[in-house]
């Protein structure tokens, strides 16, 4: 952390909004060679005041693309049942590197997908932590740990990712039952297949789907179906959709959200401090496949499938690893039951391209799944039916050269999930929806400039009996404008650019608001309003 931007937070604490005057005098004309420490907006895991226990599971460098295997003991002297589990990731990284994608496996199951900043010349530390509760089955029995962060280090990239991580865990019982079971797919010749236990009375995977690999696919929202004169192609233009697939059946939608890793849109400039959304916590896509619960009870193993759709054929680009939460009927050693609806609409996709001096395509798409099943258990029957509806809406527009690249997207996917049965009904509403505008222009004089918005909401309401029992609403939004000079050496590109991050989360269980704002790598803001 630069001590420029060392002193300039500690004067923002000090003297509140009173700051910013002082502050302007401080920010450099443009950027140097250090800045201030990544960090984002959102908020830090809430820690049970209880006793607690650490351990390691890496302490490491990345040098290349060779994985790191060490082995996990449970901790001693906090019993076998958590109410939380945190994980906490420290890393430190100088002189010049690309954004680099990583991974954290524990017994197979990943419990971390991550990427990292882009450090300066001095060098920056960034600290990441999850809330891994729900991996609490896995951490019960020794494991074996792999973690790969690949990288490239020589005579131009000298950037080493040193990298410290800990799981902390804190005893008690959690808030919510954390799965009993924690599984993932076996590989066979006839693909990957999921064996369930046969009481299994909740089953919800989670999808770590991720574009990346520098590709087209790492900006798969901006792709263009022919004749468009575009340089990265799809066969059917931007719309993605990730889709799983129980024996051959679709049995879970949902958009991927559009990721943006701290290279994105041709300026790392706008993510040297403030990251996008989730650049170092990777959100899984969850699915509800508790409506096949009852097929997947019978004890045999049953195949799973995960694929992207929109991705033209045989291109690479798309990671998606898969876990299964399961929760069981301590009761009962089977379940049986039945899926009892599934209605699937064709996916409506239509991408219209308009040349001109701007040349543009529009993009429509959709798409729409039920699916119910019930599950005759110790407590009754118990139905449940997920609905969950998928739009997209984007306009790419560019100029021949693409010296000129804007997109204007927003994608909604809207899922409700119905559990009915003893007691009263119970309803759970989530609608997210996701956006991107930003342009990318290159000027006569070889100055790119980027400007860009992103938009991560979420509103989800449960109830029972028709009655509001919780909610919740966030909005986590980032801007950044950055600009340098194209072609030159790093020292003459007189880059300059400021950023924001505005994560607003209210509801039933209170409120938190955060800003946070730079300007050339300098924190100007850091304000909380709850």
Not at 101 to 127: F, K, N
Request: proline share 6%; glycine share 10%; charged share 20%.
């Amino acid at each position: 952390m630069s001590v420029l931007a060392g002193v300039t937070l500690l004067a923002g604490m000090l003297f509140g909004t009173g700051v910013a005057a002082a502050q302007a005098a401080d920010i450099p004309a443009e950027f140097g060679t250090d800045w201030h420490d990544p960090l984002t907006a959102a908020p830090p895991v809430d820690r049970p005041h209880t006793e607690s226990c650490e351990v390691t599971l890496a302490d490491t460098q990345f040098r290349d693309f060779t994985p790191y295997r060490g082995t996990y003991t449970p901790p001693e002297g906090c019993g076998d049942h958590w109410s939380k589990v945190v994980l906490q990731l420290d890393g430190k990284v100088k002189g010049r590197q690309y954004d680099r994608l990583g991974y954290l496996h524990v017994g197979g199951v990943e419990i971390l997908r991550t990427s990292t900043p882009e450090p300066s010349p001095e060098g920056i530390a960034w600290h990441v932590e999850k809330d891994v509760t729900r991996y609490s089955d896995t951490f019960r029995r020794a494991q074996d740990v792999e973690m790969l962060i690949g990288n490239v280090v020589n005579d131009t990239y000298t950037g080493v990712i040193d990298v410290h991580v800990t799981l902390t865990f804190y005893a008690g019982h959690p808030r919510t039952p954390a799965p009993d079971r924690v599984l993932t797919l076996a590989d066979t010749p006839d693909g990957q297949t999921l064996t369930t236990p046969r009481n299994s009375e909740r089953v919800v995977a989670e999808v770590y789907a991720t574009g990346s690999g520098g590709g087209c696919e790492e900006f798969w929202y901006l792709t263009v179906a022919d004749p468009a004169s575009y340089s990265c192609k799809a066969d059917h233009g931007p719309y993605r959709e990730v889709q799983i697939k129980v024996d051959g059946q679709i049995a879970g939608i949902a958009s991927p959200y559009p990721n943006v890793w701290t290279g994105g849109w041709s300026n790392p400039f706008l993510w040297y401090v403030v990251p996008a959304p989730h650049a170092f916590d990777v959100r899984p896509i969850e699915y509800d496949l508790t409506p096949y619960a009852g097929l997947l009870d019978d004890g045999r193993p049953h195949h799973v499938e995960v694929s992207v759709v929109g991705v033209p054929a045989g291109q690479p680009g798309w990671s998606a690893p898969v876990n299964v939460l399961v929760w069981q009927d301590a009761q009962r050693a089977q379940v049986t039951g039945a899926l009892t609806e599934h209605r699937v609409t064709d996916i409506a996709n239509s991408s219209t391209y308009t040349p001109g001096s701007e040349n543009r395509v529009d993009t429509r798409a959709g798409h729409r799944l039920t699916v119910a099943g019930y599950l005759d258990t110790s407590h009754g029957r118990v139905t449940t039916t997920v609905t969950r509806t998928l739009a997209n809406t984007s306009a790419h527009t560019w100029t021949d050269g693409e010296n000129t690249d804007g997109l204007d997207a927003t994608w909604t996917d809207d899922e409700t999930v119905t559990v009915g049965g003893p007691g009263p009904e119970r309803t759970s509403h989530t609608q997210r929806t996701y956006t991107v505008n930003g342009v990318i222009t290159v000027g006569e004089d070889d100055r790119l400039r980027t400007e860009l918005t992103l938009g991560d909401r979420a509103t989800v309401v449960q109830r029972q009996d028709g009655r509001r029992t919780a909610w919740s609403q966030l909005d986590d939004t980032y801007s950044g404008d950055a600009a340098f000079t194209l072609n030159v050496p790093r020292d003459q590109r007189h880059a300059v650019g400021t950023s924001m991050e505005r994560y607003r989360l209210y509801g039933s269980d209170g409120c938190y608001d955060r800003t946070v704002a730079t300007a050339q790598g300098v924190l100007t803001e850091d304000r909380s309003r709850c």
